[in-house]
C-alpha cells in the first residue's frame, strides 16, 4: 500500500519455531520462518520496502487449552510510529480473545481503537481462528484480500464468506461501530490455506499489469508442493518471474497452512 521501491526479495532456507499453549508471536518485521502449533503448520514470508520494518503485521497465537490457533494479518497504509502502534492493539486484541473463538471480536476491539484516535491510515486485516478439537476454522475480514483454501474434494477456492453482508467487510477505522461477520468452514488433516496482503496481487510486470487473483490461481492449481513452505516458495518464485526480478513497491506478506 506504499510506493517505495524495494529490491526483490532473497529467499532462505525456513527457520522453525513451535507454539506452545498461551504463546503469541509475530511482528512488523521482514521474516522467513516455518511456525507449527498442535493444529497447523505454517510458513510465514514477509518483507517490508524500504527497509526491515513496514506496514504489514503478521500475529499467530495458541490458546491456553491445547484448541484453537488464530492467526491475524495486517495492511496498514503507512509505516514507522503508527505501525508499531497498531501492531501493539493486535497483540492486545489477539491476548484478550486468545482462549474464544470470537475472531470477527478481534476486529471490532481493532477497528474501535483505529476510528477513536483518528489515525489517517486505513488498515486491512484477516483473522483465522482453527479448532482442532472441532476440525472448523472461523475467519473474517476487514476489507482485506480474499485467503485461498485447499480441499481435496473441491481444489482450490476463494474462502469466502457468502452470506456477509456489504457493510460489514469495511477496513478497520473507517466507521465506527462497523460489524465484522465470522463465517466458519469444516475441514481435514492436509487441508491448506493461503493467505497474503496485497502487495502479491497488485506487485506488477514491466508493463504494468498487476500479479492478479487469476495468477495467483494458476500458480496454486499448478503446484504439488509437499510442503507449506514448498508451496510459499512456489508463490514467490512465479512472483518473481512475473515481474523479472524487479524492484516490488508495496510490503509484501504470504502466509500458507496446513491442518494437521
Request: proline share 2%.
Given at each position: 500500500?506504499?510506493?517505495a521501491s524495494a529490491t526483490a526479495p532473497q529467499f532462505s532456507d525456513t527457520e522453525s519455531r513451535l507454539l506452545v499453549c498461551s504463546e503469541i508471536?509475530?511482528?512488523i518485521g521482514a521474516i522467513?520462518?516455518?511456525v507449527s502449533t498442535a493444529g497447523i503448520t505454517a510458513s510465514i514470508f514477509s518483507l517490508?520496502?524500504?527497509?526491515?520494518?513496514g506496514g504489514d503485521i503478521h500475529y499467530l497465537s495458541y490458546c491456553s487449552y491445547d484448541f484453537l490457533t488464530r492467526?491475524?494479518?495486517?495492511?496498514?497504509?503507512?509505516?514507522g510510529e503508527s505501525v508499531s502502534l497498531i501492531s501493539s492493539w493486535v497483540y492486545g486484541a489477539l491476548q484478550a480473545q486468545m482462549n474464544t473463538l470470537a475472531g470477527d471480536q478481534v476486529l471490532s476491539d481493532l477497528n474501535g481503537k483505529l476510528h477513536v484516535r483518528g489515525l489517517e491510515a486505513m488498515t486491512t486485516a484477516v483473522v483465522l481462528s482453527h479448532d482442532r478439537i472441532q476440525n472448523c476454522l472461523h475467519f473474517c475480514y476487514a476489507g482485506h484480500p480474499l485467503a485461498m483454501i485447499w480441499k481435496r474434494a473441491t481444489g482450490w477456492q476463494r474462502l469466502e464468506n457468502l452470506a456477509e453482508m456489504e457493510t460489514s467487510n469495511l477496513p478497520l477505522g473507517v466507521k465506527a461501530g462497523a460489524v465484522y461477520e465470522q463465517a466458519q468452514i469444516l475441514l481435514s488433516p492436509g487441508d491448506r490455506i493461503v493467505t497474503f496482503t496485497d502487495g502479491l496481487l497488485d506487485a506488477e510486470d514491466s508493463h504494468g499489469e498487476p500479479f492478479g487473483d487469476r495468477r495467483l490461481g494458476e500458480v496454486l492449481n499448478g503446484e504439488d508442493a509437499a510442503s507449506v513452505a514448498g508451496l510459499k516458495f512456489a508463490i514467490l518464485n512465479h512472483l518473481l518471474d512475473f515481474t523479472g526480478g524487479s524492484s516490488l513497491e508495496d510490503d509484501l506478506t504470504i502466509l500458507t497452512a496446513e491442518i494437521r
Amino acid at each position: 500500500m506504499t510506493h517505495a521501491s524495494a529490491t526483490a526479495p532473497q529467499f532462505s532456507d525456513t527457520e522453525s519455531r513451535l507454539l506452545v499453549c498461551s504463546e503469541i508471536w509475530g511482528g512488523i518485521g521482514a521474516i522467513d520462518q516455518e511456525v507449527s502449533t498442535a493444529g497447523i503448520t505454517a510458513s510465514i514470508f514477509s518483507l517490508a520496502v524500504g527497509g526491515e520494518q513496514g506496514g504489514d503485521i503478521h500475529y499467530l497465537s495458541y490458546c491456553s487449552y491445547d484448541f484453537l490457533t488464530r492467526i491475524a494479518i495486517a495492511d496498514l497504509r503507512g509505516h514507522g510510529e503508527s505501525v508499531s502502534l497498531i501492531s501493539s492493539w493486535v497483540y492486545g486484541a489477539l491476548q484478550a480473545q486468545m482462549n474464544t473463538l470470537a475472531g470477527d471480536q478481534v476486529l471490532s476491539d481493532l477497528n474501535g481503537k483505529l476510528h477513536v484516535r483518528g489515525l489517517e491510515a486505513m488498515t486491512t486485516a484477516v483473522v483465522l481462528s482453527h479448532d482442532r478439537i472441532q476440525n472448523c476454522l472461523h475467519f473474517c475480514y476487514a476489507g482485506h484480500p480474499l485467503a485461498m483454501i485447499w480441499k481435496r474434494a473441491t481444489g482450490w477456492q476463494r474462502l469466502e464468506n457468502l452470506a456477509e453482508m456489504e457493510t460489514s467487510n469495511l477496513p478497520l477505522g473507517v466507521k465506527a461501530g462497523a460489524v465484522y461477520e465470522q463465517a466458519q468452514i469444516l475441514l481435514s488433516p492436509g487441508d491448506r490455506i493461503v493467505t497474503f496482503t496485497d502487495g502479491l496481487l497488485d506487485a506488477e510486470d514491466s508493463h504494468g499489469e498487476p500479479f492478479g487473483d487469476r495468477r495467483l490461481g494458476e500458480v496454486l492449481n499448478g503446484e504439488d508442493a509437499a510442503s507449506v513452505a514448498g508451496l510459499k516458495f512456489a508463490i514467490l518464485n512465479h512472483l518473481l518471474d512475473f515481474t523479472g526480478g524487479s524492484s516490488l513497491e508495496d510490503d509484501l506478506t504470504i502466509l500458507t497452512a496446513e491442518i494437521r
